[in-house]
């Protein structure tokens, strides 16, 4: 069974940049389209990036211009680099399959002050 896990969060002041990274077991990140999800308290979990096996990206709104997602095939990973933190990114994020879903890692919190 494939296992993700996520790792780079921390606590950073609004502005301020992070990258996650997820690593997976198996060849996942070479035959599946992936996405980096968060939740926020109280809220529910969305996909707020995803990027294909040819490499083509999409984001929602939210963090257009300020995130960027990429994977490296060859080592079964996958980042988010994101900058310009704002206090709404803060969220437990995680990493999984666009389609399809496999089960969640622990996620990785991330929390923006202001």
């Known amino acids: 069974q494939v296992q993700l896990v996520e790792s780079g969060g921390g606590l950073v002041q609004a502005g301020g940049s992070l990258r996650l990274s997820c690593t997976g077991s198996?060849?996942?990140?070479?035959?599946?389209?992936m996405g980096w999800y968060r939740q926020a308290p109280g809220k529910q979990r969305e996909l707020v990036a995803q990027?294909?096996?040819?490499?083509?990206?999409s984001y929602v709104d939210s963090v257009k211009g300020r995130f960027t997602i990429s994977r490296d095939n060859a080592k079964n990973t996958m980042y988010l680099q994101m900058n310009s933190l704002k206090p709404e990114d803060t969220a437990v994020y995680y990493c999984?399959?666009?389609?399809?879903?496999?089960?969640w890692g622990q996620g990785t919190q991330v929390t923006v002050s202001s």
């Open positions: 999984n399959t666009v389609y399809s879903l496999l089960n």
């Open positions: 198996g060849s996942i990140f070479k035959v599946r389209a």
């Open positions: 990027i294909g096996l040819g490499g083509s990206t």
